[in-house]
Structures are given as structure tokens and as C-alpha cells.
T-cell receptor, first 117, second 109 residues
Framework: DTAVSQTPKYLVTQMGNDKSIKCEQNLGHDTMYWYKQDSKKFLKIMFSYNNKELIINETVPNRFSPKSPDKAHLNLHINSLELGDSAVYFC????????????????FGPGTRLTVL | RKEVEQDPGPFNVPEGATVAFNCTYSNSASQSFFWYRQDCRKEPKLLMS???SGNEDGRFTAQLNRASQYISLLIRDSKLSDSATYLCVAHTGRRALTFGSGTRLQVQP
């Protein structure tokens, strides 16, 4: 009964490859997110979706493309992987996300550790 | 200037000690605030929300000072299991959380 799940947990791949990370939440939340945590442990928002609609698209290379087939899933596809893409990628979800209430509390998946060789 | 700033630490304290972390945020439009805890190689987990009036949950007390734009977390009677990185988080109303870089706490026996 995992609330937010991600697959795979570890991903090791060569530069130039294309890979996808999947995320699913069974909390009935409306908003889902992708974060990147780099080697300095800084956690930064990449994308946010609300009910399958893209809400936030931070300054992320267009090699990164999120896809939300339904509001319980938010997948991340990465084209032409580069060494600098190595990081831990966290998916998260929240009931709302507007700010100002406990409904903004975000629940994180276990993370996907991506290593690009 | 980072939107949310924290002292990275590490804070090395003996068991039973009281330790306090401070955090400042730059966006005065920030509406809600949280402390998350992250263990090594794990995902961040909500520790507590932070209310203007201050709130307490067992050994943990969080305070928010909007005028000075800082948030604090006090941990009393530290346990070994409190060793982790504590992330200060602000919500700016853009449907995303802004995280500080975290303060590492190491509680020693």
C-alpha cells in the first residue's frame, strides 16, 4: 500500500541514451511533481502537474519531458542523457498545491538514482 | 540569494541535548511553511507544518516569524534516531515547494 511509488529505483545508463522513470500515487491527489536532487543534496522542482495539466515547468532542458496519462501517474522521459543528469529524481504528490493550507503537504516517492556513464 | 537559506551544519550534539535550527526565506509572498526530514539515501518526509502561532509536536517545536522572514525548529532531548538532514520548506503559491539545502544533525551517544 505504498502511497507514491517510482520505478526503477536505480538506473545506470550510457550517455546519449533515452530513459523513462515512472511514478504512481494512490492517494487520490490532484497534483504531482518531479524534483531533482543533485550531488550537493539540493532539491529543486522540475515540473508540476495538476489533473493532467502542466502547471510548472522550471528551467529544465527540453530533453526532459513529463507525461501524465491520468492524474495518478506522472512519468518522466529523458532524451540524450548527459553526465550532468546524474542525480536522484523524486516524484511527489499533494492534494492541492495552491499554498496556504495543509493540503499542500507533499508526499514523496522513494526516489530514482540515475547514473549516467 | 537563495529563496530559502539554511546553515548546512553539521550540528554534532550529544544525546539529550536541545538543538535549534533557523532558516530564512526571501519571498514575502510565501504562504505556508514546513520542516521535512531526510534520512541518508531516503526520500524527504514531512516532520511538521509551521504555523504563525508556533506549534509543538512532542519534542519538536516550530516557530514562524513573518516580520523577519525566518522559521525555526527546536528539538529537545535529542535521540540518536533524530540524526538526519532537516529541510526547511516554503510554499510560494506556485504549486511547488521551495526547499532549503538542509541542515545535517548528528546526535552522538
Amino acid at each position: 500500500d505504498t502511497a507514491v511509488s517510482q520505478t526503477p529505483k536505480y538506473l545506470v545508463t550510457q550517455m546519449g541514451n533515452d530513459k523513462s522513470i515512472k511514478c504512481e500515487q494512490n492517494l487520490g491527489h490532484d497534483t504531482m511533481y518531479w524534483y531533482k536532487q543533485d550531488s550537493k543534496k539540493f532539491l529543486k522542482i522540475m515540473f508540476s502537474y495538476n489533473n493532467k495539466e502542466l502547471i510548472i515547468n522550471e528551467t529544465v532542458p527540453n530533453r526532459f519531458s513529463p507525461k501524465s496519462p491520468d492524474k495518478a501517474h506522472l512519468n518522466l522521459h529523458i532524451n540524450s542523457l548527459e553526465l550532468g543528469d546524474s542525480a536522484v529524481y523524486f516524484c511527489a504528490s499533494s492534494q492541492e498545491g495552491w499554498g496556504g493550507s495543509l493540503a499542500d503537504t507533499q508526499y514523496f516517492g522513494p526516489g530514482t538514482r540515475l547514473t549516467v556513464l | 540569494r537563495k529563496e530559502v537559506e539554511q546553515d548546512p551544519g553539521p550540528f554534532n550534539v550529544p544525546e539529550g541535548a536541545t538543538v535549534a535550527f533557523n532558516c530564512t526565506y526571501s519571498n514575502s509572498a510565501s504562504q505556508s511553511f514546513f520542516w521535512y526530514r531526510q534520512d541518508c539515501r531516503k526520500e524527504p518526509k514531512l516532520l511538521m507544518s509551521v504555523y504563525s502561532s508556533g506549534n509543538e509536536d512532542g519534542r519538536f517545536t516550530a516557530q514562524l516569524n513573518r516580520a523577519s522572514q525566518y522559521i525555526s525548529l527546536l528539538i529537545r532531548d535529542s535521540k540518536l534516531s533524530d540524526s538526519a538532514t532537516y529541510l526547511c520548506v516554503a510554499h510560494t503559491g506556485r504549486r511547488a515547494l521551495t526547499f532549503g539545502s538542509g541542515t545535517r544533525l548528528q546526535v552522538q551517544p
